[in-house]
């Protein structure tokens, strides 16, 4: 198993953990070598045989600090990104998970990209790291919702100035059936957090949606497609009086 230690430190205050398709051309540790902290260090996972949640999960076990960091090969963190996560964490001792975002993706609490995301190794272990079984779509966010679940969401925070520039295409593409899995695990938090184009509801609708679809899955979903089909109609007909 790969794991490469670019840069490192004796007694860090925050691990980057960063996985990597070995083929890829991007590299990521340059960009973390002029930082404004200076305890730290950089954990690559590099091995094509597992997926992105396996290899962090292995950088997880392999990080030497109590805060770890997360991103992306194909990422460029400014030179503040690790000492801000660190401010953070140190001033905040029941803090246990934050979210930064990218340039690329509107800046959306408690959608928690992966490729900027921050957390206690110890909290992070306690709740089984990354499923590797949404793989691919949703692991990140049903992380994240996991931590706000232990551990309350008054103890997950958002720094909505931490951006990192994503400089590649973005490599995800939806899953359908990842999807409706992620839905079913977190029914009241998908309705009322996640904006889905297709489904306009407020808030409070979202709530109630999101509380029979986990009483009564199969019933959410002909909701929804009920829901998604009105919409439609509505945009239909609002164009054909145009």
């Given at each position: 198993?790969?794991?490469?230690?670019?840069?490192?430190?004796?007694?860090?205050?925050?691990?980057?953990?960063?996985?990597?398709?070995?083929?890829?051309e991007?590299?990521?540790?340059?960009?973390?070598?002029?930082?404004?902290?200076?305890?730290?260090?950089?954990?690559?996972?590099?091995?094509?045989?597992?997926?992105?949640?396996?290899?962090?999960?292995?950088?997880?076990?392999?990080?030497?600090?109590?805060v770890?960091?997360?991103?992306?090969?194909?990422?460029?963190?400014?030179?503040t990104?690790?000492?801000?996560?660190?401010?953070?964490?140190?001033?905040?001792?029941?803090?246990?998970?934050?979210?930064?975002?990218?340039?690329?993706?509107?800046?959306?609490?408690?959608?928690?990209v992966g490729?900027?995301?921050a957390?206690?190794?110890?909290?992070?272990?306690?709740?089984?790291?990354?499923?590797?079984?949404l793989?691919g779509?949703?692991?990140?966010t049903?992380?994240?919702?996991?931590?706000?679940?232990?551990?309350?969401?008054?103890?997950?925070?958002?720094?909505?100035?931490?951006?990192?520039?994503?400089?590649?295409?973005?490599?995800?593409t939806?899953?359908?059936s990842?999807?409706?899995?992620?839905?079913?695990?977190h029914?009241?938090?998908?309705?009322?957090?996640?904006?889905?184009?297709?489904?306009?509801?407020?808030?409070?609708v979202?709530?109630?949606?999101?509380?029979?679809?986990?009483?009564?899955?199969?019933?959410?979903?002909k909701?929804?497609?009920?829901?998604?089909l009105i919409?439609?109609l509505?945009?239909?007909?609002?164009?054909?009086?145009?």
């Amino acid at each position: 198993m790969p794991i490469h230690h670019p840069i490192t430190h004796p007694d860090p205050n925050v691990s980057v953990v960063i996985p990597t398709i070995p083929e890829n051309e991007y590299e990521v540790p340059p960009a973390l070598v002029n930082q404004t902290a200076d305890k730290y260090e950089v954990i690559v996972v590099s091995d094509a045989s597992i997926n992105r949640c396996e290899a962090r999960n292995r950088g997880i076990k392999t990080a030497e600090a109590d805060v770890i960091a997360q991103t992306d090969d194909d990422c460029r963190p400014p030179v503040t990104w690790i000492e801000r996560i660190a401010n953070h964490f140190d001033s905040d001792p029941e803090l246990v998970l934050l979210e930064g975002f990218l340039d690329k993706l509107d800046r959306e609490p408690r959608g928690y990209v992966g490729a900027n995301l921050a957390y206690r190794k110890e909290s992070a272990l306690k709740i089984g790291g990354f499923d590797s079984a949404l793989s691919g779509w949703r692991a990140d966010t049903d992380f994240g919702w996991r931590m706000e679940d232990e551990y309350g969401v008054e103890h997950c925070q958002a720094d909505t100035m931490n951006v990192i520039e994503h400089i590649g295409p973005l490599r995800t593409t939806v899953n359908r059936s990842l999807e409706r899995k992620f839905r079913m695990r977190h029914p009241q938090k998908y309705f009322s957090i996640i904006f889905d184009p297709d489904i306009r509801y407020s808030y409070e609708v979202g709530l109630i949606i999101g509380k029979i679809y986990s009483v009564n899955p199969r019933l959410g979903e002909k909701i929804i497609k009920k829901r998604t089909l009105i919409n439609k109609l509505r945009d239909e007909n609002i164009t054909t009086n145009v």
